[in-house]
């Protein structure tokens, strides 16, 4: 059964398409400011990609913050629950999720076979978001994707204590000044989002979880991914299919939907 | 939910007219209170009113003009004008608007009648003193603080002495500024009739106890107004006697407030006021029905401490033991009474940048109820006037994925 679950998040709107859970074909764009739009268009995408017709495609079930500008999708879920299921799907004894996306971040506690026992989110606050590094990387006028690599050239993480993304870019644009390197404010940058989302996702007591999986576009970034299992004292999987964890839940809840 | 429409007219509940046309009534006695020689006071909302009633002194209350003018989506505009004033935007959002307004008389009903002076009790919070305080130097009028101390603990005989000497230093006050004598059989009955409005607002709530509930929390914050407004006069409970038999009535001809009542569930703190229609809509897209809440339940909370025999003796302990009032393990004990009373499946509790005593203690309050009952709690950030503190799509993200949740919790049979 062909199904194809679509991910509208804040940044990037992913779309996948799975035949009874196998991973046949994924495809992504910005979001921008058409919602329903970017998902015609990974929607679109698939279709073309894979010489398929609409009716060849047996369930579509939409997730993230546009899931209610799906008009095809049969059905919108949360993009807690997608996570949930994507990384079971991947990893069965995952039992917890971090989720750090766009514009917030999430922990999720997860029971067999993917149920969510709880879940918490950032608050309204752009630390420990994707948004966070973006203006980050603008400030320091680095590729974001360089992030990652350029971290682990650092001799130190260099200190950044604040919490706010506008008082944080002040202080990297004082710690330029000042003639540090990038690759160490980079590494403090990491450290800041690792220790925030630790914090967070410590109220829901993951560090008692037997296996922990990071999910979101910014798990890509290893550098963010060692800060946190730093902040958590606990080994972190990233799964390459990350990014589109929640595309892929989506998807296997569409085989149901 | 265009499918649900029909069924609209189950909800209207036939009381809520009576509502508007006793506030309108309250708030043009309170405005013309200069004309008929009477005075006006304003108190606190969780303040000891029985004296000013017992003295024919209209009470009028901020923090009930607050809501409203949150309801009316002007809380935006008023707490700005008081930024602009050089008031922190971290202030309580009712302190804000309450204090802006009155210097522009703003907001849905004008602004309030200049008091003639000013009743503030910390029984809800410590801002409410500071905020009194510029009231009364802004309208140059006496101001009474009646200070209950925070039960950390246990309401000790050292509390209960300077909590009860204060109600007769109160009744001293209101006769110096009214130069009249308080008529004691007058105060006697006005405390068994504010008994009995509490009593009746309590039987109220309780009537969510059944399944489905004839009412929801967002019903509650309306018909709040009066055991606020107008405790201790005949007026309210003749109105919460009339809406106790609606509501009964309904519950036992299994008339749900939500049609379909699957979920039922508690909110905690105040209500977001701008967003109350969304939210109502959004609960019940989902067949989730809000139950009860901390807040309405205030009001009536501490009322076993009441001596209806000797009102002035007893009220100081009640209003001493006012929700807000006491530590979070009681807090959470008294959350935990209505989880069992109203059979919740999960809380969701509003984390309120204005007030700072409610929203404290919540993740301690989260971690005690999932410890002692496994029901799962929800957070949502915002403020109970300023809209600048709500993002729809995050608290819609949040309710969707609580409400998958608990689905899920219940089909796999908890």
């Not at chain 1, 799975?18 to 979001?31: H, I, Q, R, V, Y």
């Not at chain 1, 299921?85 to 039992?95: E, I, Q, S």
């Not at chain 1, 002040?170 to 690792?194: D, M």
Request: charged share 25%; with cysteine.
């Amino acid at each position: 059964m062909l199904t194809i679950g679509i991910d509208i998040g804040s940044v990037t709107a992913k779309g996948v398409l799975m035949s009874d859970g196998a991973l046949l074909a994924a495809k992504s764009c910005f979001t921008g400011y058409n919602a329903e739009q970017a998902a015609r268009s990974v929607y679109e995408g698939l279709l073309e990609g894979n010489h398929l017709t609409k009716t060849q495609v047996k369930g579509i079930v939409a997730t993230g913050y546009g899931r209610n500008s799906v008009p095809f999708a049969d059905k919108a879920v949360t993009e807690i629950m997608c996570h949930a299921v994507g990384a079971n799907h991947l990893k069965p004894d995952v039992r917890a999720v971090i989720d750090i996306g766009g514009q917030d971040s999430k922990a999720i506690l997860l029971g067999e076979r993917g149920k969510v026992l709880n879940f918490i989110m950032n608050d309204k606050c752009a630390a420990g978001t994707g948004r966070f590094l973006e203006v980050m990387a603008r400030a320091l006028e680095v590729d974001l994707d360089a992030f990652g690599s350029m971290s682990e050239k650092a001799d130190y993480a260099a200190p950044i204590s604040s919490l706010c993304a506008v008082f944080a870019e002040s202080e990297v644009v004082s710690l330029i000044a000042k003639g540090e390197k990038r690759e160490n404010i980079i590494a403090g940058i990491h450290a800041a989002i690792g220790s925030r989302v630790a914090a967070m996702a410590g109220r829901l007591f993951v560090g008692g979880a037997a296996s922990l999986m990071m999910t979101g576009g910014v798990a890509r970034n290893v550098g963010v991914v060692q800060a946190l299992e730093k902040a958590l004292r606990h080994s972190v999987d990233v799964s390459p299919h990350a990014q589109i964890m929640g595309a892929i839940g989506a998807a296997r809840l569409a085989q149901a939907a | 939910m265009s499918d649900k429409n029909p069924e609209k007219d189950t909800k209207t509940v036939k009381s809520e007219k009576k509502m508007r046309d006793i506030m309108t009534a309250y708030y043009i006695d309170a405005k013309t209170a200069r004309q008929n020689n009477k005075k006006v006071a304003w108190i606190t909302s969780g303040g000891p009113v029985e004296p000013l009633i017992a003295m024919d002194i209209i009470p009028v209350y901020p923090e009930n003009h607050g809501a409203m003018i949150g309801a009316s989506k002007m809380g935006i505009d008023l707490c700005e004008k008081a930024e602009a004033m050089g008031y922190s935007s971290d202030l309580c959002s009712y302190a804000r608007a309450d204090i802006s307004c009155a210097t522009v008389n703003g907001g849905p009903i004008g602004g309030l009648p200049a008091p003639d002076m000013l009743v503030c009790c910390n029984n809800i919070c410590g801002t409410v003193m500071k905020w009194y305080e510029v009231q009364a130097r802004y309208f140059q009028v006496p101001l009474f603080i009646y200070d209950t101390p925070f039960l950390h603990t246990e309401y000790s005989p050292e509390i209960k002495r300077y909590a009860k000497r204060q109600m007769e230093e109160y009744i001293s006050f209101l006769e110096g500024v009214t130069g009249r004598k308080m008529g004691r059989d007058r105060m006697m009955e006005v405390g068994r009739i504010s008994y009995a409005g509490s009593q009746l607002w309590q039987e109220v709530l309780d009537t969510a106890v059944s399944k489905p509930s004839p009412m929801t929390a967002f019903d509650a914050f309306f018909h709040l107004a009066l055991i606020v407004t107008l405790r201790g006069t005949q007026q309210s409970v003749d109105y919460y006697r009339g809406l106790l038999a609606e509501m009964q009535e309904r519950a036992k001809a299994g008339i749900g407030a939500i049609p379909g009542e699957k979920y039922r569930l508690l909110w905690d703190n105040l209500p977001i006021w701008y967003r109350m229609k969304w939210l109502a809509e959004k609960f019940a897209e989902h067949d989730a029905c809000l139950v009860a809440d901390t807040y309405t339940s205030a009001w009536c909370g501490s009322m076993q401490y009441i001596d209806v025999h000797d009102f002035i003796g007893s009220a100081a302990e009640a209003y001493t033991r006012s929700y807000l009032n006491l530590g979070v393990e009681k807090m959470a004990r008294i959350v935990l009474g209505m989880i069992d009373k109203y059979d919740i499946d999960g809380i969701v509790m509003h984390s309120n940048r204005s007030c700072k005593p409610y929203s404290f203690g919540q993740f301690d309050i989260q971690k005690i109820v999932e410890r002692e009952r496994g029901i799962p709690s929800l957070l949502i950030e915002a403020d109970m006037v300023d809209e600048r503190s709500f993002s729809e799509s995050q608290v819609e993200t949040r309710i969707d994925a609580f409400i998958e949740m608990i689905r899920e919790n219940k089909v796999a049979g908890r």
